[in-house]
């Protein structure tokens, strides 16, 4: 069973930057992709941004695009999530996922996903 850790969230200010990581162990190594989702009190999980270890295809949420950047590290099984110019909104529980196998074209469902991880706090204060 793969095994995913995420580390990296912490304080930012508005305007500021975090890197989150996500190591990933087990079997993961034919995996089709990576994920981050979110989870903001109240709200439900979702999606931020994800790429395929293949081909470094890389997706986004509406609300990211410009200021986050997904990227990997075949060698190191790991893959990071850069967010600059954070907002409050920001504020959320990030979460790490791996798609074992290609389902189908849509890399935004949580569905889609088959393990995760515990999760990282990002707070961004205004």
């Known amino acids: 069973q793969p095994l995913l850790e995420e580390s990296g969230g912490g304080l930012a200010q508005a305007g500021g930057s975090l890197r989150l990581s996500c190591a990933a162990s087990?079997?993961?190594?034919?995996?089709?992709?990576m994920g981050w989702f979110r989870q903001a009190p109240g709200k439900e999980r979702e999606f931020v941004a994800s790429i395929r270890w293949s081909g470094g295809n890389t997706y986004y949420t509406d609300s990211v695009k410009g200021r986050f950047t997904i990227s990997r590290d075949n060698a190191k099984n790991t893959v990071y999530l850069q967010m600059n110019s954070l907002k409050p909104e920001d504020t959320a529980v990030y979460y790490c996922a791996v798609r074992l196998r290609y389902y189908s074209g849509n890399y935004y469902s949580l569905r889609e996903y088959d393990y995760w991880g515990r999760g990282t706090q990002v707070t961004v204060s205004s």
């Open positions: 087990g079997r993961t190594f034919s995996s089709d992709a």
